[in-house]
């Protein structure tokens, strides 16, 4: 493989890592589309599991559309909010907080009536002597436990009032990461005088405009300022301070703590709402309190809000379950959540986990992509989203967390799919390799099989048991001399051409050519159990074919070489010994040389194939005779050879075993086989050994 290929598979196996950086980069910087995704599932949780709809704890006096109708248009005469607060009273309500605001002196009392009135001493008397709406008010709301709500402002305003007071439980001051605003629009200093607190209304509307947290606590011109709802809360505990609590790091706020009750929050003050379906039961129509012919309800201390459900007075939110609710009914919620205790949590640790998760997930399914056939990954990427949103659905429903799967979900996706692509990629350019350099060493089947299972080829060296085959032409050079050039080329070529289809018939591996030399391997670079037997097999065919060509391309003039085959087997060295820039395939170690040195033996021998022991003894069956114990060159111990034959022979194996066991009845067996058979070298060369006086069947062909 070339260097560019190199650095485009390196290139490759970067990409999913490259893309897992990508995702942690999104995941930090906290895009809007990635949180778009993450609060679709967040809001899609609530839906799945709402806060149950008990019987409300906390009453919505509604301005409503019919209020509206009936008493007049907003914003109604103190008067008759005072009137509606002593209604309240009666009924028995509790804590009374109003979510709105009375900044501006009310425009129907009487001496605010004066300037619209044509000037009279008189008149101006009398109407100064009736009572003022606002002062009306002002001592209905002190006769009440009420609580006056307030917007935040964020250029400077007023401070938040000291009407509670804040104790931090440990650490600093956990202020830091708090809202901070320049200060509120407050109502007139004669009602938050009357009044027992003061908080804030104000929400934090997300992207999409649904509210999914609320402040319970900010920070607005340097002091702390509670919500509507904590406010409420307090004065109906009964206490008078909030109790801070702080987070690990004792600067980040934890939780706000009211009595025994202890509200968990985010470090910068937000409370996560946990919704229920809105109910028309906890809302009473204000006109229905105001009118003196209906009986009151028993509110029996339970808490009161004033708010409205009117649209002309636009305070309408979205809510995770997809309902247009009035703002009233936030702060509602909020508070029958906290006394119900019914938290909604997104800790530090379970984002820390979910970080930990998208990373290590997304590791080790790098690795799956790169190991895993393409079935078990599809499954994966089908178990992985069900698996991570049906935890997240479990912690929510069991625990009230609200875990994020969505962000280690498409980090895992992203890397799964980039590990996907450079497996493609990886593996076309390796089939395309494969192609290119295995076309001219093994059959085409062969290739074939290795494109399609690239896993079963192994080109690291390696030890392993495999067969050799190597082949030689008697007197090729002496025929090079004699033969013209163009007939020599296009003999050899042709010779070539049959001996390489058979290897490949076979499934061996052509390990090279030399001149008129061809040497062929089996089991490698694909192991085959069968090695042997195939090496053999193909050795006999081998051997037919170059008989054929030879008698087929002899002529009295010119008689084509004798073709000498060598077959062995044994454990070997295989892999590229070519260096970095060429692909040699080939197996190094002393049965490759046996091989060869068995070729060689023929042409002592007179034979035309020489099989070792080791390779015949995993062909079972295949019939051969023996030629004897061979001392070949660089070996210190003999090699047992055998000849391939067409069927059993037994008429030799008796004389051979006589010569084996050195008994003197072995020459005239031999004398009797060559006589009968003209046309058999090897027993003519056992014949002229016995004759020269050997005895045994240890032939020394290493001198």
């Known amino acids: 493989m070339n260097r560019d290929g190199m650095a485009g598979a390196r290139l490759s196996a970067l990409l999913p890592y490259l893309g897992l950086l990508l995702c942690?980069?999104?995941?930090?910087?906290?895009?809007?589309?990635?949180?778009?995704?993450?609060?679709?599932?967040?809001?899609?949780?609530?839906?799945?599991?709402?806060?149950?709809?008990?019987?409300?704890?906390?009453?919505?006096?509604?301005?409503?559309?019919?209020?509206?109708?009936?008493?007049?248009?907003?914003?109604?005469?103190?008067?008759?909010?005072?009137?509606?607060?002593?209604?309240l009273a009666r009924a028995d309500a509790g804590v009374i907080g109003f979510d709105m605001a009375f900044s501006e002196p009310d425009r129907t009392s009487p001496e605010a009536m004066l300037e619209l009135w044509p000037a009279s001493d008189r008149l101006a008397e009398l109407v100064r002597a009736l009572p003022d709406h606002d002062r009306q008010f002002a001592e209905a709301v002190a006769e009440a436990k009420a609580v006056l709500g307030y917007p935040l402002q964020t250029l400077p305003r007023l401070p938040p009032p000291d009407k509670a007071g804040f104790t931090v439980a440990a650490g600093t001051a956990p202020d830091e990461d708090l809202f901070r605003f320049g200060g509120r629009l407050g109502s007139l200093p004669v009602l938050e005088q009357a009044a027992r607190g003061l908080g804030h209304f104000s929400v934090i509307d997300g992207p999409d405009s649904i509210v999914r947290q609320v402040p319970l606590l900010v920070f607005a011109e340097g002091r702390r300022a509670p919500s509507l709802a904590l406010e409420m809360l307090r004065l109906h505990l009964g206490v008078d301070a909030f109790r801070l609590e702080t987070d690990a790091s004792g600067r980040g706020l934890a939780a706000i703590g009211i009595g025994t009750l202890r509200i968990p929050t985010e470090t910068n003050g937000l409370a996560w709402l946990h919704y229920q379906p809105r109910q028309a039961s906890a809302y009473l129509p204000a006109w229905q309190l105001l009118d003196q012919s209906t009986t009151l309800p028993a509110l029996q201390q339970r808490m009161v809000l004033v708010g409205s459900s009117a649209s002309l007075l636009h305070d309408t939110r979205a809510t995770p379950l997809g309902e247009q609710v009035p703002g009233v009914e936030v702060h509602r919620q909020l508070i029958e959540q906290m006394l119900d205790r019914d938290w909604l949590r997104r800790p530090g640790w379970l984002i820390g986990c979910e970080v930990i998760a998208m990373l290590a997930g997304s590791l080790l399914l790098i690795r799956f992509a790169h190991r895993w056939p393409a079935w078990p990954l599809a499954l994966l990427l089908l178990a992985l989203p069900i698996a991570a949103l049906g935890f997240g659905r479990w912690l929510f429903a069991s625990a009230g967390l609200i875990a994020d799967p969505v962000s280690p979900l498409l980090a895992w996706a992203t890397c799964l799919s980039l590990a996907s692509l450079s497996r493609l990629y990886r593996s076309d350019r390796r089939q395309r390799w494969i192609r290119q350099a295995f076309s001219r060493y093994v059959s085409p089947n062969l290739v074939r099989h290795l494109v399609e299972q690239p896993d079963a080829l192994e080109l690291g060296g390696r030890r392993q048991e495999c067969s050799f085959v190597f082949t030689d032409l008697e007197g090729f050079t002496g025929f090079i001399e004699k033969t013209p050039p163009r007939d020599a080329v296009g003999l050899i070529n042709s010779y070539l051409d049959g001996m390489i289809a058979i290897v490949f018939?076979?499934?061996?591996?052509?390990?090279?050519?030399?001149?008129?030399?061809?040497?062929?391997?089996?089991?490698?670079?694909?192991?085959?159990?069968?090695?042997?037997?195939?090496?053999?097999?193909?050795?006999?065919?081998?051997?037919?074919?170059?008989?054929?060509?030879?008698?087929?391309?002899?002529?009295?003039?010119?008689?084509?070489?004798?073709?000498?085959?060598?077959?062995?087997?044994?454990?070997?060295?295989?892999?590229?010994?070519?260096?970095?820039?060429?692909?040699?395939?080939?197996?190094?170690?002393?049965?490759?040389?046996?091989?060869?040195?068995?070729?060689?033996?023929?042409?002592v021998l007179g034979t035309r194939v020489c099989v070792s022991a080791t390779t015949l003894a995993g062909c079972q069956g295949a019939p051969a005779r023996p030629i004897g114990r061979l001392l070949l060159r660089g070996r210190q111990q003999p090699l047992t050879a055998f000849e391939p034959v067409a069927e059993p022979d037994p008429d030799y194996e008796q004389a051979f075993e006589l010569l084996r066991h050195g008994n003197t009845k072995a020459l005239a067996r031999f004398e009797d086989l060559c006589r009968a058979r003209t046309d058999d070298p090897l027993c003519a060369f056992h014949l002229a050994r016995l004759r020269s006086g050997a005895t045994g069947d240890l032939i020394d062909l290493a001198g």
């Not at 906390?58 to 009936?70: F, G, Y």
């Not at 694909?526 to 074919?545: E, G």
């Not at 087997?569 to 197996?587: D, H, I, K, P, Q």
Request: with cysteine; proline share 5%.
């Open 505 to 603: 018939r076979h499934e061996g591996t052509l390990v090279g050519i030399a001149g008129d030399g061809m040497i062929a391997m089996f089991a490698a670079p694909v192991y085959q159990p069968d090695h042997a037997a195939r090496a053999l097999a193909c050795a006999i065919d081998l051997d037919r074919f170059a008989h054929d060509f030879a008698n087929g391309h002899s002529t009295a003039a010119h008689r084509f070489c004798r073709t000498r085959i060598g077959v062995n087997s044994g454990e070997v060295t295989v892999g590229n010994f070519g260096g970095s820039t060429m692909l040699e395939y080939r197996a190094l170690g002393d049965p490759v040389n046996s091989a060869a040195r068995l070729e060689a033996a023929n042409k």
């Open 24 to 87: 942690a980069f999104v995941y930090l910087l906290d895009s809007t589309p990635l949180t778009a995704a993450r609060h679709a599932y967040f809001d899609q949780l609530q839906r799945w599991h709402p806060r149950p709809a008990d019987t409300s704890q906390v009453v919505v006096v509604d301005i409503d559309e019919q209020s509206l109708q009936r008493l007049g248009q907003w914003p109604w005469p103190r008067s008759r909010l005072a009137e509606l607060l002593r209604r």
